[in-house]
């Protein structure tokens, strides 16, 4: 049976550049087990998809699990000993209604 | 569905910043309603505020002379302040900026409170959540605002009805 999915668009309040994408996102999975826990972290099941300029991406997630990785990311303000905060934005079934997001 | 939040003046806000977080309006305290540390300042009388405190006698005789809204600085119920805040039509709003400024065990601690005092008070008050946050790192966005509300006790209805009718209360004209 095919996964349904969400894909959330995430602002971040540090700017991630092209060198730190690999550490901003295991510091990410990292904050968000934490956050999640060890138990539930399967049934979200998180994953960046794509950067959107220099401060935003989009991360899926199961359907089922997308509210706990919408309270994680408001929950984690830490990732890589950098203090930061993630606004989400949008959540969509598709990238492409995300990447149209205008503010 | 409008949607309202609750943040301190040392918060930057920005029409920008309420459509980009799905608000109607951030309401900034001081700029309409006053939120009042009932625990360090005496109650002066004005019924358009925000009283926070520990000492739940300070907060209901607050409660007693109208005020809008009491935050409890500590999650517990005191089963006499809920009660004056019932016959009153006072509203218990819920600092969500708390939970998200503390880690690990504190953290827990203060969501099991949080969701003890939201169990006891649902059926009697109003119950608002609002992040009360001083920074814009400790604001968040609706939907947020529902996860969090969520994970406190709430169901999904009764979390977007606190978010919009119930913070439209807060709402006053400056």
Known sequence: MKDKHRYILVESGVEISDN????????LYSGLMHCIGEANYHRVNPKIVNFVGRNRFIIKSSLS???FLIAA????KRVNSKETYFYTLKTSGTIKALSSFEY | MHYYDLVFETCDISEHLERKLGFEKIIVAN????????????????KNIVGIGKNPNRLSSAVKSGISAVSLAEPTIDKGLIAAMEDNGCILCIGLSDIMSYYGMKRTRLIYKMNKLFEYS???????FVTLAKSNSMMCSYMQMIEL???IGADESYARKS?????EKLLVEE
């Open chain 2, 163 to 167: 978010i919009s009718e119930i913070n």
């Open chain 2, 122 to 128: 649902r059926k009697k008050v109003g119950v608002s």
């Open chain 1, 20 to 27: 730190d994408i690999e550490d901003f996102s295991s510091g």
């Open chain 2, 149 to 151: 509300a969520k994970m």
């Open chain 1, 73 to 76: 990311l408001a929950l984690l």
């Open chain 1, 65 to 67: 699990g997308s509210g």
């Open chain 2, 31 to 46: 700029h309409g309603i006053d939120v009042v540390d009932l625990d360090t300042r005496n109650f002066d009388g004005k």
